[in-house]
């Protein structure tokens, strides 16, 4: 099934609505039939070949994973969204999904080198906080130091 962009856009908007109305099941097969069809494209090396949306499916997924308390398979789904290419800023929230993910596998300083990297692309755990003031928050939730 060959989907137009128009169509994945609009089926990512439905599912991240369902998402957030709290029908993790019918995110979830939403967010998996786009990924399914991602795999029907391939780019040259015969792998798939990922495009913003397919990467945003992953990573929508992937907060859909954190809701089922399942945090490896959010991570897998992470890993693709992240895919090993460098993050904009506007991209730096898969970050804290990730810390999030990482946290609940008692995974507690791959967790913070993610909230660090999170704050490296520019992101602020708490409003207007300074990079400082942030680690020192998180560093007070978590009973450890900054």
Same mark, same amino acid.
């Given at each position: 099934?060959?989907?137009?962009?128009?169509?994945?856009?609009?089926?990512?908007?439905?599912?991240?609505?369902?998402?957030?109305?709290?029908?993790?099941?019918?995110?979830?097969?939403?967010?998996?039939?786009?990924?399914?069809?991602?795999?029907?494209?391939?780019?040259?090396?015969?792998?798939?070949? #990922?495009?913003?949306?397919?990467? #945003?499916?992953?990573?929508?997924?992937?907060?859909?994973?954190?809701?089922?308390?399942?945090?490896?398979?959010?991570?897998?789904?992470?890993?693709?969204?992240?895919?090993?290419?460098?993050?904009?800023?506007?991209?730096?929230?898969?970050?804290? #999904?990730?810390?999030? +993910?990482?946290?609940?596998?008692?995974?507690?300083?791959?967790?913070?080198? +993610?909230?660090?990297?999170?704050?490296?692309?520019?992101?602020?755990?708490?409003?207007?906080?300074?990079?400082?003031? +942030?680690?020192?928050?998180?560093?007070?939730?978590?009973?450890?130091?900054?």
């Amino acid at each position: 099934m060959n989907l137009q962009r128009q169509h994945r856009e609009t089926l990512l908007i439905l599912g991240y609505m369902y998402l957030r109305m709290g029908e993790l099941e019918r995110a979830g097969r939403l967010f998996a039939a786009l990924i399914a069809a991602s795999g029907e494209r391939t780019g040259s090396s015969g792998t798939p070949a #990922l495009d913003f949306l397919d990467r #945003l499916a992953h990573a929508s997924m992937a907060m859909v994973d954190l809701e089922r308390d399942d945090p490896g398979a959010a991570l897998d789904n992470l890993h693709k969204a992240m895919d090993g290419r460098v993050l904009s800023s506007r991209e730096a929230a898969l970050h804290l #999904l990730r810390a999030r +993910a990482l946290w609940r596998q008692d995974r507690r300083e791959e967790a913070r080198q +993610a909230v660090d990297a999170f704050i490296g692309l520019g992101g602020r755990l708490d409003g207007g906080q300074s990079d400082g003031e +942030a680690k020192s928050a998180l560093s007070a939730k978590s009973g450890t130091r900054a």
